[in-house]
């Protein structure tokens, strides 16, 4: 059963980002929660405002956001969630202007659960595509079938 719990904790804080409604974030996320991600523009807040800092930011960049998630894995404290997320780019991003155009893009993100709330987290996504169908970098040259 704490499995499902733990599965149900970490794909609320996805309903959250996606619905904006963020107060419910402190009963989600340890006051002291760290997060890992190396594009963390707030790496330097911890808790609920780290993540309120991180979610306004990417729901001022992105209209329309919606969060698919595609499957989720919980050993003991841990849950791992695999998500499509998908927006469209209304508002500046990573100093760039907006772009008007769609992304969807894959993320995973690994969960620790104490006490019923989020104490850390590790996040990694695809960045690279993200800013590839924005236009914001050229995308790489197709590669072509072996012969």
Known sequence: MADDQNKAISRRI??????GDLSELDDLVAPGAAFHD???????QRGPEHMKSLMEMYRKSFSNMRFDIKMQLAEGDHVC???EAQGDNTGEIMGQPATGKHSRINLTD???IEDGKIAESWVTWDTLGMLQQLGLIPAGAQQKAPA
């Open 110 to 112: 690994i969960d620790r």
């Open 81 to 83: 969630t695999m998500i």
């Open 38 to 44: 190396t594009q963390d523009p707030f790496g330097d």
């Open 14 to 19: 996805w309903e959250v980002f996606a619905s």
